[in-house]
């Protein structure tokens, strides 16, 4: 059994642990600007205009059952949909705002078909809901809402009542948590403090200096909700109260994340995009390569986090050709690795990992992994192994790896051809 004691999280994170890999699912009004999620933000776009896009959303190629296909073919267990983003356009049917997808020319509840077509792929249900909202009436004006710099913002802002909107979010949650039968995952987004003095976008009227935390969303009312109405539900800490998961953004941690107080080992999910940006953005060209995808995969694993890879449908509702391409990488190596990563977590501290590789360890502690991420010239050293090890082969095709004893040096011998996969994996019998 794998040595490491993990924080007892309030929620059924054991499942989470074992099935590592998921999908996050960005789908929403941006999809049509195609230049960012936060175009309504960045761009301080007014209401008038941006409901240009609400009145022609109409992804007519949307078909849950093909996203959930692909989802499944990349070897992805679970998924996370933006059931709301911070635009506060909502993809289910909800009777608390007409702000939907079923008033759209689509008329669709995307939630319930998403739901519906990833369940039955056996694929688990998270919803991502965003704390933020820049549609919602009553929600105060801060430094990242749209109308920040309206010469009449202060006066906008008079009579927005964030008890209202609160409110308004456990209505929602309750929707969403008792009309979709079991979710799997909530995944709030997101908390910030004021901005720095001097920065443009805090104004000196904006309330709590124009950030938001657990007070203003009255977070802890709303995941008491969440746990009253789903027992055992996956919950992320970005209601800025701490739950069962740590969620590293766009960037990859070393080592395994550890409790700040505590010190304890945590349930963590990096989130990782193909290009930059979560919502479609047709112009961006910073698509990660296949080898940097796997990379991303591989490295979380080996420090025992889960990744949570990110698809933006286009306007249309389907997953354009980078995308497609993107989860074909995953697809044609998770189609013979899966075992190095489901149910696999960080090595034992016995074991260090040769330069250029990655290792994983089964959580039976009877399989060791060890990824070559640089491919070595005809072997590989690695220490402190040879009088544990019994067999090694080869993960993609289980052909033996001859290997000979230097001391408790284990030397693999290495065909001089890399094999024909883009990360060869040596799975080593302990
Ligand atoms: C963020 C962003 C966002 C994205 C998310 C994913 O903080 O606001 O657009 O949905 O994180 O982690």
């Not at 983003?85 to 608390?96: A, N, P």
């Not at 449908?313 to 013979?336: C, H």
Request: hydrophobic residues 35%.
């Amino acid at each position: 059994m794998s040595s490491y004691s993990i924080k007892k999280t309030p929620g059924d994170t054991d499942w989470f642990r074992h099935d590592r890999f998921g999908m996050f699912i960005h789908f929403g009004l941006y999809a049509l600007p195609a230049r960012h999620e936060w175009i309504k933000s960045y761009e301080c776009i007014p209401e008038e205009k941006y409901n240009l896009y609400f009145e022609n959303f109409n992804p007519d190629l949307f078909d849950a059952r093909d996203w959930a296909r692909q989802a499944k073919a990349a070897g992805m267990k679970y998924a996370v949909l933006t059931t709301k983003h911070h635009e506060g356009f909502c993809l289910f049917d909800s009777q608390y705002t007409d702000y939907k997808s079923t008033n759209t020319p689509f008329k669709r509840d995307i939630v319930r078909e998403y739901v519906d077509a990833f369940r039955a792929e056996g694929l688990k249900i998270g919803f991502y809901y965003s704390l933020i909202d820049w549609h919602h009436p009553s929600f105060p004006i801060d430094r990242f809402h749209p109308r920040r710099n309206d010469p009449d913002a202060e006066m906008q802002d008079e009579g927005r009542d964030m008890h209202i909107y609160a409110a308004y979010m456990r209505d929602q949650v309750r929707e969403l948590l008792t009309n979709y039968g079991k979710i799997d995952i909530l995944w709030f987004d997101f908390s910030y403090d004021a901005p720095p003095a001097g920065d443009p976008n805090g104004k000196p009227w904006m309330r709590n200096g124009g950030g938001k935390g657990k007070e203003q969303w009255e977070a802890e009312a709303l995941i008491a909700l969440a746990r009253e109405l789903q027992p055992g539900i996956i919950i992320d800490n970005r209601a800025d109260l701490e739950q069962d998961l740590w969620t590293p953004e766009q960037w990859q941690p070393t080592e395994w994340i550890k409790h700040e107080k505590t010190g304890e080992f945590v349930t963590w999910e990096a989130c990782q995009t193909f290009s930059g940006s979560w919502g479609y953005f047709r112009d961006e060209m910073s698509w990660k390569s296949p080898e940097m995808l796997l990379h991303l995969l591989i490295d979380t694993v080996s420090c025992g986090g889960n990744l949570l890879m990110n698809v933006g449908p286009t306007g249309r509702g389907n997953f354009d050709s980078r995308a497609q391409k993107a989860l074909n990488v995953f697809e044609d190596w998770m189609r013979y690795h899966g075992r190095s990563i489901y149910g696999c977590t960080m090595a034992e501290p016995e074991f260090k990992a040769p330069a250029g590789t990655k290792l994983t360890q089964s959580e039976d502690g009877k399989r060791l992994y060890i990824h070559l991420e640089t491919y070595p010239f005809d072997s590989l050293a690695m220490e402190n192994l040879a009088d544990k090890m019994k067999y090694a082969q080869f993960l993609h095709d289980a052909s033996e790896i001859l290997w000979e004893k230097d001391g408790n040096r284990v030397i693999f011998k290495l065909p001089a051809v890399k094999p024909d996969v883009l990360v060869p994996v040596i799975e080593v019998i302990l």
